[in-house]
């Protein structure tokens, strides 16, 4: 069965640390990996997808294959990145998307 | 925002009752959602259509239904709310993969 793992409920960095949100996947194809956020109040936003290979907001994610991973990293974290982060998968042709648990994240001034 | 909206934006029934959601969209896309969003638990999908009269199961079906009369509207029915059912609904609506989300329903069910 295809599952997403977030194994942090909660992460705090101070101002100007790297960030790095853990994605792990369980899905024996290919996958279509995503990182959502929701901002406080508001609703929620695509901000990556792997395919992309874009930096989004600082943010970058890479698909790594052989770890079954999708990491959301920045190096260098603003408070304005306080929010909850959703790592999700779907599969193609499916259009059915699972998503993780979610990560708080907390940056502190 | 994309354009999607839900209605209503909350509600408080009590249990045993039906409760209908709306999503509406003005974007034409051809996928619809409706996802749970609980803590500890994430976003859940509950439903998904595919375009006009096709619909399917996700992870949580058990208790709601969907109906999908029109592209623009994605209906979700909750057959006879329970406490369980307290939540907060996501409504999405998806194209290329990607999905936008509308302001989401907060549900209690007393």
């Given at each position: 069965?295809?599952?997403?793992?977030?194994?942090?409920?909660?992460?705090?960095?101070?101002?100007?640390?790297?960030?790095?949100?853990?994605?792990?996947?369980?899905?024996?194809?290919?996958?279509?990996?995503?990182?959502?956020?929701?901002?406080?109040?508001?609703?929620?936003?695509?901000?990556?997808?792997?395919?992309?290979?874009?930096?989004?907001?600082?943010?970058?994610?890479?698909?790594?294959?052989?770890?079954?991973?999708?990491?959301?990293?920045?190096?260098?974290?603003?408070?304005?990145?306080?929010?909850?982060?959703?790592?999700?998968?779907?599969?193609?042709?499916?259009?059915?998307?699972?998503?993780?648990?979610?990560?708080?994240?907390?940056?502190?001034? | 925002?994309?354009?999607?909206?839900?209605?209503?934006?909350?509600?408080?029934?009590?249990?045993?009752?039906?409760?209908?959601?709306?999503?509406?969209?003005?974007?034409?896309?051809?996928?619809?959602?409706?996802?749970?969003?609980?803590?500890?638990?994430?976003?859940?999908?509950?439903?998904?259509?595919?375009?006009?009269?096709?619909?399917?199961?996700?992870?949580?079906?058990?208790?709601?239904?969907?109906?999908?009369?029109k592209t623009e509207d994605f209906l979700l029915t909750l057959?006879?709310?329970?406490?369980?059912?307290?939540?907060?609904?996501?409504?999405?609506?998806?194209?290329?993969?990607?999905?936008?989300?509308?302001?989401?329903?907060?549900?209690?069910?007393?």
């Amino acid at each position: 069965a295809q599952r997403v793992t977030q194994p942090e409920k909660l992460l705090s960095v101070f101002k100007g640390a790297p960030v790095e949100l853990k994605c792990n996947y369980s899905y024996s194809g290919s996958p279509e990996l995503f990182w959502y956020v929701q901002y406080s109040r508001q609703r929620l936003q695509l901000l990556l997808r792997h395919i992309s290979r874009e930096s989004i907001k600082g943010f970058t994610a890479d698909l790594n294959k052989g770890e079954t991973s999708f990491h959301l990293k920045k190096p260098f974290a603003q408070e304005e990145d306080s929010a909850m982060y959703y790592c999700a998968l779907t599969t193609s042709g499916t259009y059915k998307y699972i998503f993780g648990t979610g990560t708080r994240l907390k940056v502190l001034a | 925002d994309a354009g999607i909206t839900q209605s209503p934006r909350h509600k408080v029934t009590e249990t045993g009752t039906p409760v209908t959601l709306r999503c509406h969209q003005t974007e034409n896309h051809r996928y619809m959602y409706w996802y749970r969003q609980d803590p500890g638990h994430g976003l859940r999908l509950i439903h998904y259509s595919y375009g006009v009269k096709d619909t399917d199961k996700g992870e949580v079906s058990d208790g709601y239904s969907v109906s999908r009369s029109k592209t623009e509207d994605f209906l979700l029915t909750l057959e006879s709310a329970t406490s369980s059912q307290t939540s907060v609904y996501f409504c999405a609506i998806g194209q290329n993969y990607e999905q936008y989300f509308g302001p989401g329903t907060r549900l209690t069910v007393t």
